[in-house]
Nanobody
Framework: QEQLVESGGGSVQAGGSLRLSCTAP????????TGWYRQVPGSQRDMVAA???????NYADSAKGRFTISRNDAKKSVDLQMNSLKTEDTAVYYC??????????????WGQGTKVTVSS
């Protein structure tokens, strides 16, 4: 199973910013819909932001006005810029993408997760 590679998590004070990045491995030929999800212990994994191959974007209500998702198809990457962070944004963030592999498989792939901690 292919796995996306995430980076950019960390600790920040409330009001600060972080930028998460996610890149597909070389075995991936192309990326269709992609997005970021987050999960706190004991809860389900929730969508934060998603972007289609056509550039249509959807944000969770909690992310609107503060987070920006963007994609770079040449680099097969998707970023999440998070501004005005709140303590309730603390979670493990996961990247997800529907991809096509070089051996013609279509897969839904996840990253390993990157932890974001926002302190007051």
């Amino acid at each position: 199973q292919e796995q996306l590679v995430e980076s950019g998590g960390g600790s920040v004070q409330a009001g600060g910013s972080l930028r998460l990045s996610c890149t597909a491995p070389r075995s991936i030929f192309s990326v269709a819909a992609t997005g970021w999800y987050r999960q706190v212990p004991g809860s389900q994994r929730d969508m934060v932001a998603a972007i289609t191959s056509g550039g249509n974007i959807n944000y969770a209500d909690s992310a609107k006005g503060r987070f920006t998702i963007s994609r770079n198809d040449a680099k097969k990457s998707v970023d999440l810029q998070m501004n005005s962070l709140k303590t309730e944004d603390t979670a493990v963030y996961y990247c997800n993408a529907t991809v096509s592999t070089r051996d013609h498989r279509e897969l839904s792939c996840w990253g390993q997760g990157t932890k974001v901690t926002v302190s007051s």
